[in-house]
């Protein structure tokens, strides 16, 4: 166990639908980060808080969302879902933005029908 | 923006082989390049390379960092079944609003036959 909780594991839903995905970072890390991992994109930045603050953004769409939370959970929101959308999305943390000592979830599969 | 190149994208091998990983790398404001093991789920972190020529080494794996060529390469020796995985070399951003996020690599898919 990483520390980092992700929820949930598996998630199958249909296009145009609209799931929050959940994190939980480890104890005293204040950084999350969210990547998306499709196969033929490989391991893609999405957006990154620090202590309930938007720090960076990467290639996220319009349609996906995130914010933290005051207790440091994180949620990201993925509405009008298209078929595109199905990936492995994988939730670190880390204890500043320096980028070492990442610790990664062990991420949610999600599958649009 | 930041560019992690690897090669092979695959390779299968026999238990027993060595095999090497490359990783080049394209960025700004460098400060390390790390390794990770990518079985089924998360990513495991391996190694983190800060100096060129300097080898790091954890059992059978070891790895090294060519910071004037921009590159680095990951051996494992004696390679066994277990050793199958997705090994994946990434950078940190260094600068800017985007400190911390970590640019990745595509991947080597190594499969160890028995």
């Known amino acids: 166990d990483s520390g980092v909780t992700q929820t949930p594991k598996h998630l199958i839903t249909a296009t145009g639908q609209r799931v929050t995905l959940r994190c939980s970072p480890r104890?005293?890390?204040?950084?999350v980060y969210w990547y998306q991992q499709s196969l033929d994109q490989g391991l893609q930045f999405l957006i990154q808080?620090?202590?309930?603050?938007?720090?960076a953004k990467g290639n996220i769409l319009e349609r996906f969302s995130a914010q933290q939370f005051p207790d440091l959970h994180s949620e990201l929101n993925l509405s009008s879902l298209e078929l595109g959308d199905s990936a492995l999305y994988f939730c670190?943390?880390?204890?500043?933005?320096?980028?070492?000592?990442?610790?990664f979830g062990s991420g949610t599969r999600l599958t649009v029908v | 923006e930041d560019k992690v190149v690897q090669s092979p994208l695959s390779l299968v091998v026999h238990e027993g082989d060595t095999v090497t990983l490359n990783c080049s790398y394209e960025?700004?404001?460098?400060?390390?390049l790390l390794w990770y093991k990518q079985e089924k789920k998360a990513p495991t972190f391996l190694f983190m390379l800060?100096?060129?020529?300097i080898e790091k080494k954890s059992g059978r794996l070891s790895s090294i960092l060519d910071k004037k060529e921009l590159f680095s390469i990951l051996n494992i020796t004696a390679t066994q079944t277990g050793d199958s995985a997705v090994y994946l070399c990434?950078?940190?951003?260094?600068?800017?609003?985007?400190?911390?996020?970590?640019?990745f690599g595509q991947g080597t898919i190594l499969t160890v036959h028995p």
């Open positions: 670190a943390s880390s204890v500043d933005t320096s980028g070492y000592g990442y610790t």
């Open positions: 104890s005293g890390d204040l950084s």
């Open positions: 808080y620090y202590n309930g603050e938007e720090r």
């Open positions: 960025v700004t404001n460098f400060r390390s």
């Open positions: 800060t100096s060129s020529g």
């Open positions: 990434a950078v940190p951003n260094a600068g800017g609003t985007s400190y911390g996020k970590l640019t």
